[in-house]
């Protein structure tokens, strides 16, 4: 029983389930993600949280941000303790043991990128083949912001972290963004989406989806970290509209592992220079010798942007 | 709150939420919850504050823009009306008054050691759009 969501108004009544006072930077995104995710529905939680940022942030001992039944576990596994509970729940149910059988309970994960993309990933994967009834959503930050800005598998080419430092040898991150929004839907899961903070019906129009979908389904949501990429803590929708409507974060939906879907088609089409522009990691990219990387990442973002749209119009 | 030792901590320990184990959650209102001291609700982070955002009554359209846009779930919206700012979970990153689409802008930052009546009394007038 989804609830009924028609305008921002009618959204701002929901009585709020995840309570300030964490510790994530001001600015940050993945409370927006998170916080929308907890308001999109009626139905009882239970979440499991990969370690990272939302995890260590909002659970500092002795307080926590969550209203709902919340795990922390470790940062490989949040797939399976969701599971692992929706696993529990079915049998009780069967078994009648259960106080309140009708009530419906949703199960959701969060991870960051690091635990989706790169550590959780052998566990998600696992978790998605068994087809369990649950729901993984991907903070996807492009960087181990938790533990001071190391490179992940999630992170794009030429940008600067700790790890792979720009200087006079190197521009940054010489290995490409794996596509995990891909990947998740070559499983076979129902519903797999990405999502971005700022377009905020698209998202909860996803979430509701999700939740009502029956079997694994898999979100990537693009959170802009102010820490990490570099850019005034004021700027985090405004640098999501940049991402949205410069395709570098196109916003679509996949059903069944085929059918593909683009639910958000930018008006005015932003050059993907503008987007490198206002974060600080990308800052290198502008000076002479780097040139080249700029160049080469707008005709991959083009080239993918002609697949989406090629792969919608033949419904494959 | 007491706060314990490190050798009194259990391992698995479970922070409540709130006092009463039946909270229903999904309808009530946030000021009528019965919070426990472990919910992060009862702590504050308005030191981390260096610039406040002051809300203007008169400006706003009520769009909700803020409320759906702050991280900290500092906006105080209720009945469809946004009602102010809850500074004990407001760090000051500054993202309501960003997308704040009136004109002029009924969510403004300032200085947190100004004072919201007298920075209400000089509320800057509507700028004409530029050609």
């Not at chain 1, 994530?24 to 979440?47: F, Q, Y």
């Not at chain 1, 991907?138 to 912001?145: F, T």
């Not at chain 1, 929004?181 to 070559?186: L, Y």
């Not at chain 1, 802009?224 to 509209?241: G, H, L, M, N, R």
Request: aromatic residues 10%; neutral net charge.
């Amino acid at each position: 029983m989804s609830k009924i969501i028609k305008n921002l108004k009618q959204f701002s009544t929901s009585n709020d389930r995840f309570e300030g006072a964490h510790l994530l930077c001001p600015g940050c995104a993945h409370s927006i993600i998170v916080r929308e995710l907890l308001n999109c529905t009626d139905d009882n939680l239970v979440i499991a949280n990969a370690t990272g940022c939302l995890e260590v942030c909002t659970a500092v001992y002795p307080h926590t941000s969550w209203d709902a039944s919340w795990i922390h576990i470790g940062f490989e596994n949040a797939a399976t303790a969701a599971t692992g509970a929706e696993a529990m729940y079915k049998t009780l149910k069967k078994k009648g043991r259960l106080k309140d059988p009708d009530k419906p309970v949703k199960f959701v994960a969060f991870g960051g990128d690091g635990a989706t993309y790169d550590i959780g990933f052998q566990f998600l994967s696992g978790a998605v083949e068994r087809g369990h009834d649950f729901t993984y959503v991907c903070l996807d930050n492009e960087v181990y912001a938790n533990t001071g800005g190391q490179r992940s598998s999630s992170t794009p080419r030429g940008s600067s972290t700790t790890t792979t430092p720009a200087g006079k040898v190197s521009y940054g991150n010489k290995k490409y963004k794996k596509d995990i929004v891909a990947i998740m839907a070559a499983h076979g899961a129902p519903y797999v989406a990405q999502v971005a903070p700022n377009k905020w019906k698209d998202m909860v129009k996803k979430y509701q989806k999700a939740l009502a979908t029956e079997g694994p389904v898999f979100i990537n949501a693009m959170s802009a970290c102010t820490t990490e990429w570099k850019f005034p803590a004021d700027q985090t929708i405004d640098v999501s509209d940049l991402g949205t409507d410069s395709l570098v974060f196109p916003l679509y939906e996949i059903e069944n592992g085929s059918k593909l879907t683009i639910t958000y088609r930018p008006k005015n089409i932003v050059p993907v220079r503008d987007y490198l522009g206002v974060q600080g990691r990308f800052k290198h990219l502008f000076k002479k010798e780097n040139e080249h990387i700029i160049t080469q990442m707008q005709k991959d973002v083009d080239k993918r942007w002609e697949m989406l749209q090629r792969r919608e119009e033949a419904g494959v | 709150m007491e706060y314990k030792g490190w050798d009194q901590v259990e391992a698995g320990a479970v922070l409540p939420s709130f006092e009463d184990k039946n909270c229903d959650v999904v309808r009530q209102k946030q000021e009528d919850r019965n919070y426990a001291q472990t919910s992060s609700y009862t702590a504050s982070v308005a030191d981390w504050r260096v610039f406040k955002p002051v809300f203007n009554k008169d400006v706003c359209i009520d769009c909700q823009n803020c409320w759906v846009f702050c991280p900290d779930t500092a906006i105080v919206s209720r009945d469809k009306a946004m009602l102010g700012i809850d500074y004990d979970h407001c760090k000051g990153c500054g993202i309501c008054a960003e997308v704040c689409p009136t004109n002029p802008k009924s969510l403004i930052m300032f200085f947190e050691n100004e004072e919201n009546e007298e920075v209400l009394s000089k509320w800057p007038e509507k700028k004409k759009k530029e050609k």
